[in-house]
């Protein structure tokens, strides 16, 4: 059996102090995969203190020094792409076609970062005063396991092109893949202490650098209940917080919709990830008087979705990641049902064809209400719940009804309407006719999906603070 008992701590794979050790289950077998020895405070403590030191020097490096080390990264993991999609493919579950793109994507964060270092003016005159973007100091990064790689390059490469040094913390549950890409991570060979990887529980390495008073930021991305822990834990020491929580992403299609098109993309994004995704379209809001033509078009699609192993290329819906989380699933399912949603496709238990595994049948729910638990609280599986409007008012109100407000997609022949309604909805992002890639872009939520935004000049300046400088010339 597979043993991790390595972490990264100034430069070096070093033996946690910390003695729990978690056994890793892979989700297609439910057998034990791999066992993970897990951090404490005390390596928390010593990854902090080892990124402290290393700030003194780091934060002075040039903008080309820290292009330099960016481009390292970058090649270090596009490397080893090929071995990291399979490790995530096999420890996840993630289908082929997202576990490439997410291998493409934390390379490319590099990349992004370099662009928007070169671009971007570090120091400026207003008016008598120099205005100087200083780096924060030391960054604690806690990322989820859902996009695991994505997640801790895109925020690495953002807090470093800022000159911060990071303290990761990964999720316990992705530890094959953070061990494999601290390896890439350490062959790029930046300095001693700029990043440390500590693979730990949230309860226990979370929590201390959520209190530690030389974490200057933290950026988060996971559950909203998580972070409004954290939000509070970091009040103490007046943290600077960006939080990338929770979602419930409505997606509307508007009356003159074509579903050919519209009906497919609905499935792609209301399943995207095995259902894994805060940015997921899990509320299909459609016209009353085409409701039927949706029911058919939604059946059709379905019966065509391959789900099962993640590592055949024609499957499209893999595992869920843990018995946890299938069975928070397919509690919703039951919920679903019990509230009086119609169950249009799919249901409780697996697929008929999979009789191990936590598989979910992608399922559909139809006459659902905005009141039902379906409709208001966010599942992370591939569970739609279709509702019905009567006017575009009631449309962008029903959207909009919401504690969420992560992301949002529109739907319709007319562009300027489609246009115009899009511009009504409280999201952070909001996707017309299709989902585009914008890594440049800003992302984050409104109301309980976040604070602060990530990916561009607003994501590196969420690392900056703004020194004014006044003399007497």
Known sequence: MKQINQIYINGEFVTPHGTEVMDLINPVTEQVAAQVRLADETDTRQAIASAKAAYVSFSRTSKAQRIQYLQQLHDAVLARADALEAVM???YGGSLAMVRGTVARASGAFLQAIKLLSEYEFVRQIGRAKVVMEPLGVVGLITPWNASYGFICNKMATALAAGSTVVI???ELSASQTQLLTECLHAAGLPAGVFNMV???GDVVGAEITRHPDIAK???TGSTAVGKAIARGAVDTLKRVTLELG??????????????KAIPLALA?????????????????????RLEEVKAHLVRAVANVKVGNPQQTDTQIGPLVTAKQYDRVQNYIRLGIEEGAELLCGGEGRPEDLNSGYFVKPTVFVNVTPDMTIAREEIFGPVISVLTYRTVEEAVQMANDTVYGLQAYVSGENRQQAREVAAQIVAGRVFVNGMYDAPDAPFGGFKQSGLGREFGTYGLEAYLEPKTLIDDE
């Open 199 to 201: 693979t730990g529980r």
């Open 247 to 260: 979602g419930k992403s409505p997606n509307i299609l508007l009356p003159d919709v074509n579903l050919e």
């Open 169 to 171: 913390k990964p999720s």
């Open 218 to 220: 933290i950026s988060f």
């Open 269 to 289: 994004v209301g399943t995207m990830n095995n259902g894994q995704a805060c940015i997921a379209g899990t509320r299909l809001l459609v016209p009353e008087e």
């Open 89 to 91: 493919s096999a420890e």
